[in-house]
């Protein structure tokens, strides 16, 4: 079983649409949760980080379910400025060391 | 948030030369940096783990008299890809670590290196 695990999409929607995209961690002592976005060829960028209560930065929400060793991500009314590949990022704690998913592609169609 | 710049963002070499790629973390002090590595259509994989004044940790099948890595000072660290191969064309991307201690331990990107070795 992968690290981390997402679905690679392409997720298609239509502008003003609400997505969701779900990833899996198999590390139970995983301590930080973070979702980047990466546009292509470009680097990744910090879109938010996931605490354990969750939280909400405008369109964008992201909650950490510990039991069930999964992260969301659901952004609403999306844009088109909105699409590019989204990666799920756990890391261990005193190391520091993160691991990535393989991203999901979001393509906000017109 | 925090700005951490590389430098070149793309360089094109000959087979058998050496390309050195530097990082840096322009507004904050980074402890630690990260060298990922990036193929077409496949996501970031860690290749080492830079630590200022100490040797870098090398992940499991990534050559460390390959590529090596040096942290100098705690804004700058390199990586020099040593007799490149086609095969090391790739996407270069640093990070450093915000928060020190923290939990929550944030990585910056820097807007990495595009190597083509012919």
């Known amino acids: 079983r992968k690290e981390v695990e997402q679905d690679p999409g392409p997720f298609n929607v239509p502008e003003g649409a609400t997505v969701a995209f779900n990833c899996t961690y198999s590390n139970s002592a995983s301590q930080s949760f973070f979702w980047y976005r990466q546009d292509c060829r470009k680097e990744p960028k910090l879109l938010m980080s996931v605490y354990s209560s969750g939280n909400e930065d405008g369109r964008f929400t992201a909650q950490l379910n510990r039991a069930s060793q999964y992260i969301s991500l659901l952004i609403r009314d999306s844009k088109l400025s909105d699409s590019a590949t989204y990666l799920c990022v756990v890391g261990s704690g005193g190391y520091q060391k993160v691991t990535f998913g393989t991203g999901t592609k979001l393509q906000v169609i017109p | 948030g925090a700005v951490v710049s590389q430098h070149p963002s793309w360089v094109i070499c000959k087979s058998g030369t050496s390309v050195k790629i530097e990082c840096r973390s322009l507004?904050?002090?980074?402890?630690?940096m990260f060298w990922y590595r990036q193929f077409p259509k496949q996501s970031l994989m860690l290749m080492a783990t830079?630590?200022?004044?100490?040797?870098?940790?090398?992940e499991q099948g990534v050559e460390k008299d390959k590529f090596l890595i040096n942290h100098a000072s705690l804004t700058l660290s390199t990586l020099t890809v040593t007799s490149a191969h086609p095969e090391d064309s790739s996407f270069y991307i640093c990070?450093?670590?915000?928060?020190?201690?923290?939990?929550?331990?944030?990585?910056?990107f820097g807007p990495g290196t595009r190597l083509t070795v012919l």
């Open positions: 507004d904050f002090q980074a402890t630690t």
């Open positions: 830079s630590n200022e004044g100490s040797k870098a940790t090398y």
């Open positions: 990070s450093a670590r915000l928060s020190v201690g923290g939990v929550h331990n944030e990585q910056f």
